[in-house]
Nanobody, 120 residues
Framework: QVQLVESGGGLVQAGGSLRLSCAASGSIFSIGDMNWYRQVPGKQRELVAH???????NYGSFVTGRFTVSRDNAKNTLYLQMNSLKPEDPGVYYC??????????????WGRGTQVTVSS
């Protein structure tokens, strides 16, 4: 069974930084695209960042150059470096992995999320 576990969330002051990690575990042969999403109460889950298998990236419009997504394929880990955090950035941040090839086939996987809180 493939699982994703996020870490690195927490409380930070506006203008500060956080680095989120998302570690995949299980009998994994390869992982396709990976994304970070944000969920705010009362709103739809929105894309924060996307990274392809070869490192091509794109970001949600609200990121405005402040976040950087990266991945370590050898460690099956996804990262999100968040700088210049704003009071409007809080939410539960989820990672997702698509076209994960594992021992018994292919699957898409979501993590359970990590809370980010920004104090003004």
């Amino acid at each position: 069974q493939v699982q994703l576990v996020e870490s690195g969330g927490g409380l930070v002051q506006a203008g500060g930084s956080l680095r989120l990690s998302c570690a995949a575990s299980g009998s994994i042969f390869s992982i396709g695209d990976m994304n970070w999403y944000r969920q705010v109460p009362g709103k739809q889950r929105e894309l924060v960042a996307h990274i392809s298998t070869v490192g091509n990236t794109n970001y949600g419009s609200f990121v405005t150059g402040r976040f950087t997504v990266s991945r370590d394929n050898a460690k099956n880990t996804l990262y999100l470096q968040m700088n210049s955090l704003k009071p409007e950035d809080p939410g539960v941040y989820y990672c997702a992995a698509f076209r994960v090839r594992h021992q018994t086939g292919w699957t898409n996987v979501w993590g359970r999320g990590t809370q980010v809180t920004v104090s003004s």
